[in-house]
């Protein structure tokens, strides 16, 4: 063999024994994923329950959750904290600090996102406002209209995340106030139909926005059985489209696992809802390939 050819096909070997050696994986499309966490209604609760207090004894507290979470952004850095409301009212820390405890809280914990349940008005939408300061996330809601009251450009409809290039929609829906709260306490806070305004807030954050993922986080209730006219979180997913994943409240429903509820085009929804009083925290991954198709694995923790 002339000394050039051989050369050529040793040199043409070593690479082939180079790309062996890197394996059938390094080929596989790439696969991002976005972990969500997320709270509803823990209503002050900062300690854990006691061991006398039965079905919940010995489970929740801040200290506890703060460790899962911290735990689960070592394993994901692409993670987002986010909370479906009634943050406020339940223990004596709320009525003793106004909720300026839970604020910082959540604060330390880094939170990402958060909407207004009803009894976050409980010291009045001036005692909500007051308290502004203490939390370093925001707050979103799209179908109270703030215009005439104090929460006027601190509350907005949508807030969008970029986690290693998987661009994250998300926007606050609560439920109406009237009957359920003094008006004193809300004031001119108007209620907008929150399934008009989803379709609105949907369409602008997957089409306008191009978001690779829309969620909704909802005080609106996940369900009533003896009220199916309500509105509802399942009924929500049922009318309308490009929502991806509703986190619940307001109802303390305490889900295993997300339902899974076909929308107007017949495409997927998750609804999910962990109760109450900090007792669980959600769990939902998104794998996006390269393609930007999509799936997910989801998980309650006891906390």
């Known amino acids: 063999m002339k000394r050039r050819a051989f050369i050529q096909q040793s040199a043409a070997a070593s690479a082939l024994l ?36 039965g079905r919940n004894a010995n489970k929740g507290g801040v200290a506890r959750r703060a460790t899962l979470i ?14 479906a409301g009634d943050i406020f009212q339940g223990t004596p820390y709320f009525n003793y600090y106004g909720g300026e405890l839970e604020f910082k809280l959540m604060s330390k914990l ?16 001036d005692g909500l406002y ?6 370093s996330f925001d707050f979103v809601s799209a179908n109270y209209d703030f215009k005439n009251t104090v929460l006027d450009t601190h509350v907005k409809p949508y807030k969008i995340f970029n986690k290693n290039g998987v661009k994250i929609g998300v926007f606050g829906l609560g439920i109406q106030l009237e009957g359920l709260v003094d008006k004193k306490m809300y004031k001119e806070t108007k209620y907008l139909d929150p399934y008009e305004i989803a379709k609105d807030m949907s369409r602008e954050l997957k089409d306008n926005q191009n978001c690779d993922l829309v969620i909704c986080l909802s005080h609106i209730g996940y369900n009533y059985k003896n009220h199916p ?4 979180d399942l009924n929500l997913a049922k009318q309308t489209k490009n929502i991806d994943l509703i986190i619940g409240g307001h109802t303390h ?4 696992k997300p339902t ?11 609804v999910n809802q962990v109760g109450c009083y900090g007792l669980y925290l959600g769990k939902i ?6 393609n930007g198709n999509s799936s997910n694995e989801s998980t309650t923790i006891i906390v």
């Open 260 to 270: 899974i509820v076909k929308n107007v085009e017949g495409k997927n929804v998750l």
């Open 18 to 53: 180079g790309l062996s050696s890197l394996g059938l994986q390094s080929f596989a499309p790439a696969t991002r994923k976005i972990t969500i966490l997320h709270t509803n209604d823990v209503h002050s609760h900062i300690d854990p329950f006691g061991p006398d207090d």
């Open 253 to 256: 429903t305490f889900l295993k």
């Open 285 to 290: 991954d998104f794998y996006f390939d390269e």
């Open 130 to 135: 007051a308290q502004l300061p203490n939390a």
């Open 70 to 83: 911290a735990n689960i952004r070592k394993e994901n850095p692409n993670t987002l904290l986010l909370d």
């Open 229 to 232: 006219e309500r509105k509802s």
């Open 110 to 125: 880094n939170y990402d996102l958060a909407t207004i349940g009803n009894h976050d008005f409980d010291n009045s939408i």
